[in-house]
């Protein structure tokens, strides 16, 4: 089972940017789906992007600000966020799933990941 470990987060005006890292400690490759989710405070974990293969997605709120790349080298994906607003303020979180069990599954569906990372907090201030 792959772990992860999620880095990045932090308190950011309205505007600025963060690169939020997903390091993995067992070998990642482009067999694993990595994505991207985000809880805030009373509402349903949301998934903001994915990476799988060469292919990414995002939810429509964060298209054309987040982008999210991954280094197999280095074992580890990265959503750099761009123009972040106070909407964006939340707790996120990366996951994975083996591609070998992806068939049928949903990109931004959390049910369909079995590894997770710990939470990282991300505030956007107005």
């Known amino acids: 089972e792959v772990q992860l470990v999620a880095s990045g987060g932090g308190l950011v005006q309205a505007g600025g940017s963060l690169r939020l890292s997903c390091a993995a400690s067992?070998?990642?490759?482009?067999?694993?789906?990595i994505g991207w989710f985000r809880q805030a405070p009373g509402k349903e974990r949301e998934g903001v992007s994915c990476?799988?293969?060469?292919?990414?997605y995002y939810t429509y709120s964060v298209k054309g600000r987040f982008t999210i790349s991954r280094d197999n080298a280095k074992n580890t994906v990265y959503l750099q966020m761009n123009d972040l607003k106070p909407d964006d303020t939340a707790v996120y979180y990366c996951?994975?799933?083996?591609?070998?069990?992806?068939?049928?599954?949903?990109?931004?569906?959390?049910?369909?990941?079995?590894?997770w990372g710990q939470g990282i907090q991300v505030t956007v201030s107005s």
């Open positions: 996951a994975s799933e083996n591609l070998r069990t992806w068939w049928g599954s949903l990109w931004y569906r959390a049910q369909d990941y079995d590894s």
């Open positions: 990476i799988k293969g060469s292919s990414t």
């Open positions: 067992g070998f990642i490759s482009d067999d694993y789906v």
